[in-house]
């Protein structure tokens, strides 16, 4: 019968070697009678071709075996490959023999034809041009030409499953785009119910379009019964016979199935009846005594299953009639645990309430003790609210004293101010910037170019009187200096208390003159003058330009404190009185004339010693 043989085949097949390797395949796990469509669980298809090949070889006419549309089998693929023979080479242009032997052999083929025969021309010696137009063409373009290729044979898939008695489909794929092997997504048809997923036939609708197509069309109508697939293996990589074009492939619960008509075939399945004697159309399906064990073995399931209920209702029944004592002994430790965290509870709550009351009775305590000394404050303020009052009173009067002390300090400041700048007169010089003399003598500003021009004595005596003005000033003006200068003539010198890493005096005492000192040390002298000159013009008040000038930042300094408004305050023992007209009277011209200078030339022919000599009443 067709349909017994066809499961034969599907057997046979399912237990078939690989034609080329001769190596066994795993094994289905299903017969062909047990499948359905419940154990179908996705399909994919493999070689895709949209347009048949072309299979007319040169020089020979179209036969059966030739065909375009002849099934071309993998048995057959396989043996035309090993029958294959090297035969003429694909040339752009037919080459013809040699104009000697094979043109006799070619006038004699053609003899008997009234076609005459085709010659080559026979001077000079042909050339064979290349096998393929492109094979010398640049990478470029032969890698574009390879991708045209390809693409022509990509398409964009999807198929749609149908079963008998169903005009909808039961199934709709999603759409593979661009692809030759195209793999769908994995399916379950349990949810269409038994009457779909107890079916073994259906039908598989392929639908393909390119990209030069405008819209879908059908590629493979295939109705099929799930007896007749082949079993190929559990995965299609252990597979390796050739697959024809368009094929089907179709994942069961088991393996991968296809609808081969023609794979070898191995060693067909050895039934469970091993009988040696001949069959005569009739087969045995099984002994009595196996009928009789597999009826005990249902009898026994049956007895097994009603146990099973029995017991059940049994024990439903048990805990129906105990379910008021479960719910008593469910109470019970809930109300248990409910007591355990209450009593928990309650005893924080008792330790928060001892916190509670300790912390009022400090703060109960505190009250108190402030409430005392709140009273005790108020009995201090009433009785020494009467004293305030005198207080205020005599607060008020040293604050006159002190307005009317600080007038006087700031008149009797720019009266010696006035004085100083009488002692020690600095004028500057005609027609040089920022040049001035102090007494007479020229000292030139630091790091200037008069500066190295200068005679030495000149600036040590000038130095000097600017040391004995900067001591005076930092007395009245009760400020005291940062490095204390020591005026001694033209040795004066300079302290700097300030750097305690060097431990001697001696080295921390610098000269303010020229001769017989370093020069690094004179000039650091200098320095520290001039930085004596700043705070006394910062304590003022003033700004200073440069550092490096000294005579214009004294002359600076005592124009600013000797500016004021209103007369000079007068002294109160020997002091100069100024006259209505605001002159100075005989008294003070007579203490300014006791500052006389005295100047006496040495047999040596060295610079004249200058003295100051004070008077009195300075």
Known sequence: MPNERGRRGGDNAANALDGTAGLSRDRPWLLPSNRKLRHLQGISLRNLAITPPHTRKRGQTIDDESLPYALNTPAKLLAQKEAHKLGLSRSSTDLRSSPTKTRD????????????????PSNGKLRRRSTLNWSNAPPRVRQERLE????ERMADTWFSLYCTGLEEPIYVSEIVEKAMNPSF???????????????????????AKTEKMQSYILLIELQLCLRSLQFIGKSIENFHHPLPLNCILFHLSDGIYTSFTDLPLDNPVRMASRSTKPSHGLQYTSSFDALMRLSNLDDCIQDALSTRENLASQISNLLKEQKQSHNTINEASQAEQSLAS???????????????????????????????????????????????????EDLFSQRSLLRTTQASLSGQIRRICEDLLFIYPIEPVENKALSFTVRGLRLPNAASTSALEADPAVTAAALNYVAHLIYLLSLYLSTPIPYPPTPHGSTSTVLDPVSTNIPSVAARTFPLYQKGAVTYRFEYGVFLLNSDIELLMSKQGSRMVDLRHTLPNLKYLLTVLTDGKGELPLRKKGGAKLSGNGQVTAERRISDQSSVREKTLHSDGKLPETRVLSGENI
């Open 105 to 120: 052999k070619d006038v004699k083929l053609y003899s008997d034809s009234d076609i005459p025969p085709l010659r080559r």
């Open 148 to 151: 045209n290729v390809a693409r």
């Open 342 to 392: 209450t009593t928990r509870a309650v005893a924080k709550s008792r330790n928060l309430l001892k916190s509670a009351q300790a912390r009022r009775s400090e703060l109960q305590a505190s009250l108190k003790s402030r409430h005392t000394a709140i009273a005790s404050g108020r009995d201090t303020q009433q009785q020494t609210e009467p004293r305030v009052l005198l207080f205020e």
């Open 185 to 207: 997504r994995f399916f379950d048809l349990n949810i269409y119910g038994p009457t779909v997923t107890r079916l073994d036939e259906l039908t598989v609708k392929y639908w």
